[in-house]
Nanobody
Framework: QVQLVESGGGLVQAGGSLRLSCAASGRTFSNYAVGWFRQAPGKEREFTAVINWNGASADYTASVKGRFTISRDNAKNTVYLQMNSLKPEDTAVCYC????????????WGQGTQVTVSS
């Protein structure tokens, strides 16, 4: 079983940046695709970005494309989400999840980290 812990959330002004980290347990981490999801207040959890096992492929939801970058360092068992040009509508609890890139599925989830963007 994979355990995931998110960190790096916080309060930032609109236009600012944050880098989220997803730290995973286990030697098998490098075999997993890892995605980021977010849940804004009163809304359903939505897909944000995903990266495949070796970092060669990534997908983003349209609203973050060009602003967010997902990356991974398998030697550190960590996946990152660099978030630039943040907007108030990016305010959400952000979760990372491990699973498969193709077919797309997620099996393990972290506890979440809060991102708040002020105007």
């Amino acid at each position: 079983q994979v355990q995931l812990v998110e960190s790096g959330g916080g309060l930032v002004q609109a236009g600012g940046s944050l880098r989220l980290s997803c730290a995973a347990s286990g030697r098998t981490f490098s075999n997993y695709a890892v995605g980021w999801f977010r849940q804004a207040p009163g809304k359903e959890r939505e897909f944000t970005a995903v990266i495949n096992w070796n970092g060669a492929s990534a997908d983003y939801t349209a609203s973050v494309k060009g602003r967010f970058t997902i990356s991974r360092d398998n030697a550190k068992n960590t996946v990152y989400l660099q978030m630039n040009s943040l907007k108030p509508e990016d305010t959400a609890v952000c979760y990372c999840a491990a699973g498969r890139f193709s077919p797309r599925r997620y099996d393990y989830w972290g506890q979440g980290t809060q991102v708040t963007v002020s105007s």
